[in-house]
């Protein structure tokens, strides 16, 4: 059991971390900026600051510390199901300082709560979890954040040190036939749709040991992969052609890419990213492969073949540092391949968490024996058969929003988030063994 005291101490220490991280995004920027709309898909960044708070009021405020509203008035604005992004302009909106002094309002009264919770006790998850909760959904909403700023047209005002360098990883990891443990009934801070933990057996495949790089997406490109009707779901072909897509999202002529407003020549051995579904799929098909399935995914993260356990990461069960991944927006790019050695899985798959979102072959669902907590509107209404799943988390992911068992979910037209993939392949009878 820990020690409540450190366990507020930590839950405070989050708080502040998702805080800073949020102001460095809001405050990177002028007032004009934060109340822009940089694309229908988002919202205004002064948006996502208020709303950050008003979810902390409610799930804290009032819900756990049973407190007055600070501003009832404001759940309406900033209820995400009621004004879709790209109505969010047009509301009446707290400018850029009344959203700064109502979320500062908002933790003044949060860390009085804290104080006093009792950290401990319901029946699913403990108090705890409800501010495990608040942190990954304000962490969650830096990462948008940080796609807005991705999608933003101006001067850069965004910086990092560039990633750890690569070094040559390729080839497949064959990850045997067998039963695993999927999702978790341990991890504190698991979110309802990573619940329950249960078995699920998988079939004997090959996973690359590392996600597709942009030297090989380019080899795709330069085969004709976007006009060879061959490689496409016919969704995906009725969309690359309405679209006009010819290559992934930010990519320039003459080998180059544009980032947070830097327009650099890519780099080949980096993970590609800002590709939709449909072309993850595409690229699969053009290689003779598929995509992973979810569970293939987390078995090939996961599962440790000398002791037939689920690990909470690849590398183990510690929590994620500097050497393990490429995450919390350290670096303002995916790492090329290779560049963390440390956090290898034990049958040699690199890079699952960090760099990239990767796309799965599989619909968001929930697992058996799923129940909706604490409202269905974090999952369960998105549950269903035109969601894809993504898995692993990508440089702009927060440790706080990453596990071995966390589930995004996106349209499989979607390419504004950080996402890329690898691709996996059955193994042919002969090679069973
Ligand atoms: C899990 C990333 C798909 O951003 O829509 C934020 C997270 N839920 N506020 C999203 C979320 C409510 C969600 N994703
Ligand atoms: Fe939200």
Known sequence: MTDPDDLRARVAGELQRARSRSLLLTDAVDDADLVRQHSRLMSPLVWDLAHIGNQEEIWLVRDAGGREPVRADLDELYDAFKHPRADRPALPLLGPAAARSYV??????????????????????????????????????????????QLRVGDPVLAAVPPPPGRPVSGEVLVPAGP?????????????????????????????????????????????????????????????????LTGPGHWGPDGTYTRFGRTEPRI????????????????????????????????????????????????????????????????????????????????????LVGDVWEWTSSVFTGYPGFRAFP??????????????????????T????????????????????????????????????
């Open 104 to 149: 500062r309002d908002v933790r003044d009264h949060v860390l009085d709560v804290l104080d006093t919770a009792p950290l401990e006790g319901r029946e699913l998850v403990t108090d705890a979890f409800v501010f495990g909760m608040v942190v990954q959904h304000e962490q969650q909403h830096d990462e948008t954040m940080l796609a807005t700023h």
């Open 180 to 244: 695993f443990t999927m999702g978790t009934d341990f991890e504190p801070w698991a979110l309802d749709n990573e619940r329950p933990a249960h078995r699920v057996h998988v079939a004997a495949f090959r996973i690359d040991a590392a996600p597709v790089t942009n030297a090989e997406y380019e080899a795709f490109i330069r085969d004709g992969g976007y006009t060879d009707e061959r490689w496409w779901a016919p969704d995906g072909w009725a969309h690359v052609r309405a679209a006009g």
């Open 268 to 351: 080949p051995d980096e993970p590609v990213v800002h590709v939709c579904w449909y072309e993850a799929d595409a690229y699969a098909r053009w290689a003779g492969k598929r995509l992973p399935s979810e569970a293939e995914w987390e078995k090939a993260a996961r599962w440790d073949p000398a002791t037939g356990r689920s690990r909470r990461y690849p590398w183990g069960d510690d929590d994620p540092t500097v050497e393990h991944a490429n995450l919390g927006q350290r670096h303002l790019s995916p790492a090329p391949v290779g560049a963390y050695p440390a956090g290898v899985s034990p049958l040699g798959v690199h890079q």
């Open 375 to 396: 409202y269905r509107e974090y999952s369960e209404v998105f549950f269903g058969p035109e969601y894809r799943v993504l898995r692993g988390g990508s440089f702009g």
């Open 398 to 433: 927060d440790a706080a929003a990453c596990r071995g068992t966390f589930r995004n979910w996106d349209y499989p037209i979607r390419r504004q988030i950080f996402a890329g993939f690898r691709c996996a392949r059955d193994v042919d009878d002969d090679e069973r063994s």
